[in-house]
């Protein structure tokens, strides 16, 4: 299963790419929806379960685990695929966005940048360096570099100096990437905000540099939804058609589809989980919360249809009554549920992007989600 | 798999009883160990998972349920076993444990007890009949029958005056039992505090009103071991050996095998998740408590030779880091892992006793707890 990192596009339909990508730790089918496993875990589900959902690769987030329990630490114990018992793909984030989002204190230099633990208040020093040096601890199957994400919305003038900063540190990120072993891959971030030029020249500096595959950061982070459509159809075709592309952060089912049908190869996103902690269900027939009093009576699963047992094998009426009452299992059944949900909409698209009738599969999921929830009788 | 409650003992081996109980919800091999499903699931685990643990029977706690979601809406749903999603047997205590321990307000006559809801303040009432009716209506395999539970120490009059009220409920219960739908079985409890006199009274009194099973309740309420076991050794002799008898509320694995060894049939206790959930492992080797500093760099498993997978796939090192982060999944794993070492314990007990064995399983059991756990090299 074993191989180094490598992309391939098998099939086109329109803008919607269907590929394969290899890795140390197995092959990932994309389109990809990657969980969050943000301290080395996807919240309540175990590995197999996150796997039994479908999942190929989950994301983890470098800077909770280089606060705790510590890369040096991870590396220690075999690394992060050892460490959290999952033996197939993890892409990890650099660390800059949750320093820019949970540390109240930083200060954003050329060198890197310095932020005060969330943790125990410690000062913290991270640099494009540092960042591929934990990532590559962690043993990460696909590496991210250091970026800055601003907030949208903001100046002209700070977007293209976070942009410049960004590339930057990207050629850093590059450089320090020689002395990782072989196979593992390294994405840059195309930055630059809502600026469809500073997003060009980002995508097009980052191509001249050479990534294994490219993200395009700073979305998903308050803008409408058509800003982001725009910006990816700026963005896509500036970069290789033989690399992944990953939009981090995003998104919902919607955004998914819309993503993909413009050339997007990857996801992640909390809110499958998030959502399904607090009592929310993703299905074909859009979301379903499950908090509401209408389903205490209802005896129907979720959706008897579905693929994935948890949607099939337990009642509104004891789902609405878990999370009334704040037990665990709730919290375990609707991230389960939500997960697959996912992965099911991606393999959907997969499937689609092969036959060529990604349009019409895309239709029938915002058919599916504008009927809305059917009311018990 | 469905048949009427029924009991056969196997084997004896001195006085540990080895014996099979036939419920409508399939078999229960003695002796069990019950988990506790308080709100219809045992915390953190789905009924899968449960089983998987090797369990023939769960506990579900009808003060709880008939305050939330109700009785008559579990019934209306198809009863306990399809709302919770779990076929095997079922048994429900009365109600009275909980409104003694959770009701601040309550009032205890001869009619039954009234109380304070802990959840939307409303007064409820509980008499024996309505305990009938209630577990009637969860559809629970064995019901137990309304008592009064003091805690210990209380004074000779004071036992005596609930033991006999108990008495008095025991013979209104059966009566009530009598419009429920056959198959399924109602057990009595024994009450009379630590006063030998009062306990033999007690069973006898039940045995001449004839039960399906008896319960000792009233202890693993503060008292030191020694005085249960020997309520214990008081009260079994005057059981009819013909039927199961329940240890209420017990124990530790320490406790499981003493009351075995003095002809107990089964058992219930929150410990193995509850101590799960706050970071506990039961192992062969005695508990091992994650939050400890020492386990942080440890690689090894909790028990590589456990019959649990989660005992055998998680790092020392990985359980300290999710119980230390608060992770749900430190929850779910040790709650997995105590409920199969539960299981286990009392599985090799079983063995142990149709081969004769016993005393030498106990023996090897305690010397694996005395060893205790090694700590890392």
């Known amino acids: 299963m074993s191989e180094p990192f490598a992309f391939r596009l098998l099939a086109r339909d329109d803008g919607a790419r269907r590929g394969e990508i290899a890795t140390p730790h197995g092959p990932v089918a994309t389109p990809a929806f990657m969980a969050v496993g943000t301290q080395a875990t996807v919240k309540g589900l175990t590995p197999e379960a996150v796997r039994a ?49 949970l540390s109240e204190l930083r200060k954003v230099e050329d060198k890197g940048v310095t932020f005060r633990s969330h943790v125990d208040g410690a000062m913290v020093e991270l640099t494009p360096e540092r960042a591929i040096e934990v990532q590559s601890l962690l043993g990460a199957d696909i590496a991210m570099q250091l970026d800055e994400c601003l907030k949208l919305p903001a100046t002209p003038g700070e977007l293209e100096r976070a942009m410049r900063l960004s590339l930057a540190w990207a050629e850093r990120s590059k450089r320090a990437f020689e002395g990782v072993p072989k196979g593992r891959a390294l994405f840059g971030i195309v930055q630059g905000g809502d600026d469809a030029s500073l997003r060009q020249a980002s995508a097009r500096a980052l191509t001249a540099i050479g990534f294994d595959g490219y993200a395009i950061g700073g979305l998903a982070v308050g803008e409408p939804q058509a800003v982001m459509l725009r910006i990816i159809e700026e963005v896509a075709p500036v970069l290789p058609a033989g690399r992944p592309r990953y939009l981090m952060g995003v998104g919902t089912p919607e955004d998914l589809i819309a993503a993909v049908a413009r050339g997007i190869d990857m996801f992640d996103c909390v809110l499958p989980t998030r959502n399904g902690r607090h009592g929310l269900a993703f299905t074909r027939f859009g979301p379903i919360n499950l908090k509401n009093a209408r389903h205490a009576e209802d005896p129907r699963p979720l959706d008897e249809a579905s693929g994935c047992p948890a949607a099939r094998d337990y009642s509104r009426a004891y789902l609405h009554h878990l999370v009334r009452v704040n037990e665990m299992l709730g919290a375990i059944v609707l991230s389960t549920v939500n997960l697959a949900y996912y992965q099911e909409l991606m393999a959907g698209m997969r499937t689609a992007i092969s036959g060529g009738t990604f349009a019409d599969y895309c239709a029938a999921a915002r058919a599916g989600w504008e009927r809305g929830d059917i009311a018990a009788l």
């Open 53 to 101: 959902g479908g999942a190929d690769i989950v994301l983890a987030n470098t800077y909770h685990l280089m606060l705790r329990p510590g890369a040096e630490r991870i590396a220690a114990l075999g690394g992060l695929h050892t460490f959290m018992n999952w033996p197939r793909a993890i892409l990890t984030d650099s660390g800059g966005f949750q320093v820019m989002s």
